[in-house]
């Protein structure tokens, strides 16, 4: 040991903290966000400052002479005041604390030392030219052990990033040839390697390979695909990240929510938390829920249209209708038969079942409960042809007018009176005008383009993203937006009344998209989490109140928007990158 010391030519030294070495520097500045050119604003700034100095200094010796107290101050003094100290703050701001920070975090000269040169050549190596060093020229790493704490890696970060070597295990090797060349099915690797990362991973390089086309850019790491296994989706190579925006505090029925929207619609979330805005400062929104009822009509044929008929008028008869609850209500805990609605075509017949169903949405609940119901009829009714357990009369992730009648889901109105001092300095319109653009758009343009349950502004853009966030199933947007809202002069004309009625909202906070982990978290944001303890489905239908109040927030802003003329100006500001993307993307 004594000689192994001797023969050091310098004493050991820890390895230095963990440095990143950035060759090239993002170009955006702070001072591009300013409304003038740089030199302008600057220019403006110290006129300001010298010439409110020289006017406090003028008033203060005229003062001085006429013996008048310095503490009284003319309205003019004040506004100098103020004057010179944003002044005084802004140049302090861009000149000083850059001075300041310069001096203290000016890095030390003796990172420079040649010693450490020495050092860092070494550490900077990469691996794969460190593996190719012959033996007796590669670091000596003898005395690292005994040094403590452990040495910090050090990481260069390179202007120019090299592809991710995946290190593929000979096992997954062949496996995935045996994917690509068909001999095992993609859809069978979770049941196969009891491993849904794996399975993904070795799916991904399998279809990248077949293809021909990379997904680098789409994530694979930092996801439970456990959670997913035969309920969410299948044979997955990795998942998208979509950002979350919260809008709020929205005041409904007397509590404040904060809204989760996942977007990448720019613009959209400012303008809801806008509306939600508005409607906090005039005392908040009341929604009341209408309807609680999820619908699945199967189809079902007979030889003659007097037999469908028979059914039909068997189905309706009130005196049949507690059996058939009966055998529909076994499917489930929650799942309640409400009632059935038949419509004939020749001698076809649609059976459109409605139920309530906790806090689930209650799809499958629903379509259990009709085919225990379609298994009792066959019985007495040997004849009927169950063509489809759907049949379109539901009607499910489809524009009908049998939902925006009868409804579907939950059945909501939500309601709020603006003032007019609100309207005015926060929405920067009229009441006035907000009435008459919601009658010549949302009713008679709507009705001028034959719209179906469409006579609102954006109500899908605010379900979508709520929906998308808190884990419901984003199709059913195409009902769950049916949606019409009214605009009315109130308080002999001061102050506005707005309401949206939604008819068919399908939401639930427990099953499908619900359980993973990111979108619980936006549900327990909303205090809906999970299955309601107290009461059969009081979470589900608070979620669907909290929708229809989002979206009478996002009507407001909108149509208040359109009416001031700047939607166009906000979309460039809210809606338009700065980022140079053809740069970024390569």
């Not at 592809?163 to 062949?174: G, N, R, S």
């Not at 929906?467 to 002069?489: F, K």
Request: charged share 20%.
């Amino acid at each position: 040991m004594e000689a192994l010391r001797r023969s050091s030519t310098k004493p050991v030294q820890p390895l230095k903290p963990t440095k990143t070495i950035s060759v090239e520097e993002d170009p955006t500045k702070a001072s591009d966000t300013l409304p003038l050119p740089l030199y302008l604003t600057n220019a403006v700034f110290f006129t300001l400052f010298f010439y409110v100095v020289y006017f406090l200094l003028s008033h203060w010796r005229e003062k001085i002479r006429t013996s008048t107290p310095l503490s009284v101050v003319t309205f003019s003094e004040i506004l100098a005041i103020l004057a010179f100290f944003a002044s005084f703050v802004y140049l302090l701001g861009f000149f000083g604390i850059d001075f300041v920070q310069s001096l203290l975090l000016r890095p030390s000269t003796d990172v420079w030392n040649s010693e450490d040169d020495d050092e860092e050549a070494e550490v900077f190596l990469p691996k794969e030219d460190a593996s190719k060093l012959p033996c007796d020229q590669a670091p000596d790493c003898s005395l690292l052990p005994s040094l403590s704490p452990p040495a910090p890696v050090v990481t260069v970060q390179k202007a120019f990033e090299e592809k991710p070597v995946t290190v593929i295990a000979e096992e997954d090797e062949e496996i995935i040839q045996s994917v690509v060349s068909g001999t095992t099915p993609s859809y069978s690797l979770e049941s196969k390697l009891r491993d849904c990362k794996r399975a993904a991973a070795i799916r991904r390089e399998a279809l990248q390979r077949l293809t021909g086309k990379s997904l680098s850019g789409l994530p694979l790491d930092g996801f439970d695909y456990d959670s997913i296994l035969g309920q969410c989706c299948e044979m997955p190579v990795g998942y998208v990240q979509i950002p979350v925006g919260i809008a709020g505090p929205l005041l409904l029925n007397g509590r404040e929510y904060s809204v989760p929207m996942a977007t990448t619609e720019g613009c959209l979330v400012a303008s809801t938390n806008r509306g939600c805005k508005a409607i906090h400062l005039s005392g908040g929104a009341t929604s009341v829920l209408l309807k609680d009822g999820m619908t699945r009509a199967p189809v079902v044929r007979f030889g003659t249209a007097k037999r469908a008929a028979d059914l039909k008028l068997y189905l309706e008869d009130p005196v049949n209708f507690e059996t058939l609850a009966l055998v529909f209500n076994r499917s489930s805990r929650f799942g309640r038969l409400q009632g059935i609605k038949c419509a004939i075509a020749g001698k076809n017949l649609y059976l459109r079942f409605t139920c309530s169903t906790g806090d689930a949405m209650g799809m499958n609940m629903v379509s259990k409960g009709v085919q225990n119901v379609l298994d009792f009829l066959q019985t007495d009714f040997p004849d009927m042809d169950v063509i489809g357990i759907s049949g379109n009369f539901c009607s499910d992730k489809k524009p009908a007018a049998v939902n925006w009648i009868e409804g579907r889901g939950k059945s909501v109105v939500c309601e709020a009176i603006i003032k007019g001092d609100v309207v005015r300095k926060v929405l920067k319109t009229s009441v006035e005008s907000l009435v008459e653009l919601n009658m010549l758009k949302n009713l008679t343009g709507s009705a001028m383009a034959g719209a179906l349950g469409g006579f609102n502004a954006h109500a899908s853009n605010i379900v979508t993203a709520i929906y998308i966030a808190t884990g419901q199933d984003p199709a059913q947007n195409v009902e769950s937006s049916h949606c019409i809202t009214m605009m009315e002069a109130v308080n002999d004309g001061k102050d506005l009344h707005i309401s949206v009625t939604m008819p068919s909202i399908e939401v639930g906070t427990v099953g499908g998209g619900t359980q993973l982990a990111s979108q619980s978290a936006c549900l327990n944001l909303l205090g809906v989490k999970g299955a309601s303890k107290e009461s059969a489905g009081a979470n589900s239908r608070a979620l669907a109140t909290i929708v229809a109040g989002a979206v009478l927030a996002g009507e407001l802003s909108l149509m208040s928007a359109l009416a001031a003329g700047q939607l166009v100006k906000s979309h460039m500001k809210y809606n338009r990158s700065g980022k140079d993307v053809s740069n970024a993307s390569s």
